[in-house]
């Protein structure tokens, strides 16, 4: 009973369902002939609406090429415009307003690529031909412009503006740039250390309110293709006025022959100037022509720097003819130090003008300063060659009477001193150019022109007739180089062995002169023992009163000779005639004193006066011993 009921169930749902779709199945068929019906209603209207539509849409498409071609037309009109009012202003100039009228150019050159750009344009060749005779005379005038405005603007730097430029210990005004007339300086160390601390201004070349217009003026000139003109009217401006400024501060061109036809006065004067102007005209002149040049010509670098190489070329070439000249004039002693002064200077600049003329255009303005250089240097190292070899052969013949220091000597020496106010310069020549230890090379030499000095000495010693005086010359000459080498810098370069060596020199002649002069009369002051009575023979030891006689009378007129002789020779320094003399009185007193002792009773036992063989007391021998070395005149002896 059960199943037959669920079934029955079952079926009436069944059958629910099976209606259902057959209704669903009837509404789909419906709609899906409604739905035909609309189709086919709608492409009937769609082919209605066509033409329509074509027609909205050229409509459309007119509005928008109406609007393009106004728009078009506007910015067309605009150039017209813009022309017009740019030739307006371009025919009145540029005088009036600079600003305006280069923007007028703008506007010009802007124009005439519109109408260049332009097909309708292209090929109408009265407007392009307008606008570019009107942009090329622009350009004209604008060139007139800078002509004109660079060289109203562009004057001589007169030489006390180049002065108020410098650091104080620099100027004319101030002591130390006094010094730069003789190649006298000392201590170049601490010159070099104030050098390096000092502030130099370039002077103002050109206004700076007028940089900027002619920058700008310059940029449409290079714009416009005549770049090579501006550069042209620039470099002949500039170029002109930095050799006027030089020539103002007394920079001349100057050759060998020239030179060499100078009195040394006025041409060591000219060196110390020539060294002040280089380092005016490289740390200001051409420090600032660099920076106008950077300013106005911003835009090519390569061509800035070969502008920049051509304003430069002939004051450069100017400015280091009188150094090439000087370093390839005949050499001579006195020369170096001035040749020292010109490579310390150039030294002291080298990294200046390498960048200043770093680039490629400037190439040989750098080469020639570093020539320069060289040449200095290597022409001092000849002459400290040639100084030694003059030093040895010299041959003057001026007499030295007295035995004194020699002229040469004092000359020798002074020059070595010299030689050390130099020493940081002469280290760096020796290091740049010879890749030796600068110490070392210095030592050298000093020692060979010492030696060669000495050599000379030997010689003019030979001139003297006197042994004695020879010996006294050569123990002065050889005390002054070792007293004035203890007292400089030399001597930690050349050390205390050698003070040592000359030292003991000094004393051998010294010891030489002492025999030469006095064995003789100590001869006669000399009593040989017999030979029965040694020590303890008879007092007078076999000499009679008349040899005794003789014997004093012997001593009194050698004595006299030698007083007169020497008291007119001359010992300069003090502890070494006080020294000479000592152990002259040493030797001579004590000889003296037993001579008389022994004697004297012998001889003038109670006489007086001119009678007495004992003409001087050793007190008085004393007094005139120390008359010897005094340089005395014969007349001055005898008052």
């Given at each position: 009973m059960?199943?037959?009921?669920?079934?029955?169930?079952?079926s009436?749902?069944a059958a629910l369902?099976r209606?259902s779709?057959q209704?669903?199945q009837?509404?789909?068929?419906?709609m899906?002939?409604?739905l035909?019906?609309?189709?086919?209603?709608l492409?009937?209207?769609?082919?209605?609406?066509?033409?329509?539509?074509?027609?909205?849409?050229s409509i459309?498409?007119a509005?928008?090429?109406?609007?393009k071609?106004?728009?078009?037309?506007?910015?067309?009109l605009?150039?017209f415009?813009?022309t017009?009012?740019?030739?307006?202003k371009?025919?009145?100039?540029p005088?009036?307003?600079?600003?305006?009228y280069?923007e007028?150019?703008?506007?010009l050159?802007?124009a005439?690529?519109?109408?260049t750009?332009?097909?309708?344009f292209?090929s109408n060749?009265?407007?392009l031909?307008?606008t570019?005779n009107?942009?090329a005379?622009?350009?004209?005038k604008l060139?007139?412009?800078f002509?004109q405005?660079?060289?109203?603007y562009?004057k001589?730097?007169?030489p006390?503006r180049?002065f108020?430029c410098?650091?104080?210990s620099?100027?004319?005004?101030?002591?130390?740039?006094?010094?730069?007339?003789?190649g006298?300086?000392?201590n170049?160390d601490?010159?070099n250390k104030s050098?390096?601390?000092?502030?130099?201004?370039?002077?103002?070349?050109?206004?700076?309110?007028?940089?900027p217009?002619?920058h700008?003026l310059?940029?449409?000139?290079i714009?416009?293709?005549?770049?090579?003109?501006?550069?042209?009217i620039?470099?002949?401006?500039?170029?002109a006025v930095?050799?006027?400024s030089?020539?103002?501060?007394?920079v001349?061109r100057?050759?060998?022959?020239?030179?060499?036809?100078m009195q040394?006065?006025a041409?060591?004067?000219?060196?110390?100037n020539?060294i002040?102007y280089?380092?005016?005209a490289?740390?200001?002149?051409f420090?600032g022509e660099?920076k106008?040049?950077d300013?106005?010509?911003d835009s090519?670098?390569a061509l800035v720097?070969q502008?920049?190489?051509?304003?430069?070329?002939?004051?450069?070439?100017?400015l280091?003819s009188f150094?090439d000249?000087?370093?390839?004039?005949?050499?001579?002693p006195?020369k170096?130090f001035?040749?020292?002064?010109m490579?310390?200077?150039?030294r002291?600049?080298?990294?200046?003008?390498?960048?200043?003329f770093g680039s490629k255009?400037?190439?040989e303005?750098?080469?020639?300063?570093?020539s320069?250089?060289q040449?200095l240097a290597e022409?001092?190292?000849?002459t400290?060659?040639?100084?030694?070899e003059?030093?040895?052969?010299?041959?003057?013949?001026t007499?030295v009477?007295d035995?004194?220091?020699?002229?040469?000597?004092?000359?020798v020496i002074?020059?070595?001193?010299f030689?050390?106010?130099?020493?940081?310069?002469?280290?760096?020549l020796f290091q740049?150019?010879e890749?030796?230890?600068?110490?070392a090379q210095l030592?050298?030499i000093?020692?060979?022109?010492t030696?060669?000095l000495?050599t000379?000495?030997d010689?003019k010693?030979?001139?003297y007739?006197d042994?004695?005086?020879?010996?006294?010359?050569?123990m002065?000459?050889?005390h002054?180089i070792v007293?004035s080498v203890r007292?400089?810098?030399?001597?930690?370069?050349?050390?205390?062995?050698w003070?040592q060596?000359?030292?003991r020199i000094?004393?051998q002649?010294?010891?030489?002169?002492k025999?030469?002069s006095w064995?003789?009369?100590?001869?006669c002051?000399?009593?040989?023992?017999?030979?029965?009575?040694g020590?303890?023979?008879d007092?007078?030891?076999?000499?009679?009163?008349?040899?005794v006689?003789?014997?004093?009378?012997t001593?009194n007129?050698?004595?006299?000779e030698?007083h007169?002789r020497q008291?007119?020779?001359?010992?300069?320094?003090s502890?070494l005639?006080?020294?000479?003399?000592?152990?002259?009185?040493?030797?001579?007193l004590?000889?003296?004193?037993?001579?008389?002792?022994?004697f004297g009773p012998?001889?003038?036992n109670?006489?007086t006066?001119?009678?007495?063989?004992?003409?001087y007391t050793?007190?008085?021998?004393?007094?005139?011993?120390n008359e010897?070395?005094e340089?005395?005149?014969?007349?001055?002896?005898?008052?």
């Amino acid at each position: 009973m059960g199943a037959q009921k669920a079934m029955k169930v079952l079926s009436e749902r069944a059958a629910l369902v099976r209606e259902s779709l057959q209704k669903s199945q009837v509404v789909t068929e419906s709609m899906v002939s409604i739905l035909g019906s609309f189709d086919h209603r709608l492409s009937a209207l769609e082919t209605a609406m066509r033409p329509t539509q074509i027609r909205t849409h050229s409509i459309r498409r007119a509005h928008e090429n109406i609007d393009k071609t106004l728009k078009y037309a506007e910015s067309m009109l605009a150039q017209f415009d813009l022309t017009r009012k740019a030739e307006a202003k371009i025919l009145r100039g540029p005088h009036e307003d600079l600003e305006m009228y280069l923007e007028a150019i703008s506007q010009l050159r802007s124009a005439n690529r519109y109408f260049t750009g332009n097909k309708i344009f292209r090929s109408n060749e009265a407007i392009l031909t307008h606008t570019s005779n009107l942009l090329a005379k622009a350009i004209s005038k604008l060139e007139d412009e800078f002509r004109q405005l660079l060289t109203n603007y562009s004057k001589p730097v007169e030489p006390d503006r180049l002065f108020d430029c410098l650091p104080n210990s620099l100027r004319p005004s101030s002591a130390s740039s006094q010094q730069g007339d003789g190649g006298s300086k000392h201590n170049s160390d601490n010159h070099n250390k104030s050098l390096e601390a000092s502030i130099f201004i370039p002077p103002t070349l050109i206004p700076p309110r007028v940089l900027p217009l002619l920058h700008d003026l310059a940029q449409q000139m290079i714009m416009a293709g005549h770049q090579q003109q501006v550069y042209r009217i620039y470099r002949e401006t500039r170029a002109a006025v930095l050799e006027q400024s030089l020539r103002k501060l007394g920079v001349e061109r100057l050759s060998k022959d020239d030179v060499q036809k100078m009195q040394w006065e006025a041409l060591e004067a000219k060196i110390g100037n020539w060294i002040h102007y280089v380092r005016i005209a490289v740390k200001l002149l051409f420090t600032g022509e660099r920076k106008i040049c950077d300013q106005i010509f911003d835009s090519a670098d390569a061509l800035v720097d070969q502008c920049f190489a051509d304003v430069t070329s002939n004051s450069v070439s100017m400015l280091l003819s009188f150094g090439d000249a000087i370093a390839k004039s005949k050499r001579s002693p006195e020369k170096l130090f001035v040749l020292l002064d010109m490579f310390e200077i150039m030294r002291e600049l080298q990294s200046e003008i390498e960048t200043l003329f770093g680039s490629k255009a400037c190439i040989e303005m750098r080469d020639s300063a570093l020539s320069l250089t060289q040449r200095l240097a290597e022409t001092a190292q000849e002459t400290f060659v040639d100084f030694e070899e003059a030093v040895e052969k010299d041959a003057t013949k001026t007499a030295v009477l007295d035995g004194t220091v020699h002229p040469l000597t004092s000359y020798v020496i002074n020059y070595v001193k010299f030689l050390f106010d130099y020493k940081s310069t002469l280290k760096q020549l020796f290091q740049d150019f010879e890749a030796v230890d600068p110490d070392a090379q210095l030592a050298v030499i000093t020692t060979r022109i010492t030696q060669a000095l000495q050599t000379n000495l030997d010689g003019k010693s030979k001139q003297y007739k006197d042994p004695a005086l020879t010996q006294l010359f050569l123990m002065n000459n050889i005390h002054y180089i070792v007293r004035s080498v203890r007292r400089s810098e030399a001597k930690d370069l050349l050390g205390d062995d050698w003070v040592q060596i000359h030292r003991r020199i000094v004393q051998q002649h010294a010891n030489q002169y002492k025999r030469i002069s006095w064995a003789k009369i100590l001869q006669c002051l000399t009593v040989q023992a017999s030979g029965s009575g040694g020590a303890s023979a008879d007092a007078t030891c076999g000499l009679s009163k008349a040899m005794v006689k003789d014997r004093f009378k012997t001593f009194n007129i050698q004595f006299e000779e030698l007083h007169q002789r020497q008291s007119q020779w001359t010992v300069p320094d003090s502890e070494l005639r006080e020294s000479l003399r000592l152990a002259v009185a040493e030797v001579l007193l004590p000889a003296y004193r037993s001579f008389i002792k022994r004697f004297g009773p012998m001889v003038d036992n109670g006489k007086t006066g001119l009678q007495r063989s004992i003409k001087y007391t050793p007190e008085d021998l004393e007094r005139m011993l120390n008359e010897f070395f005094e340089g005395k005149t014969f007349s001055e002896q005898k008052r």
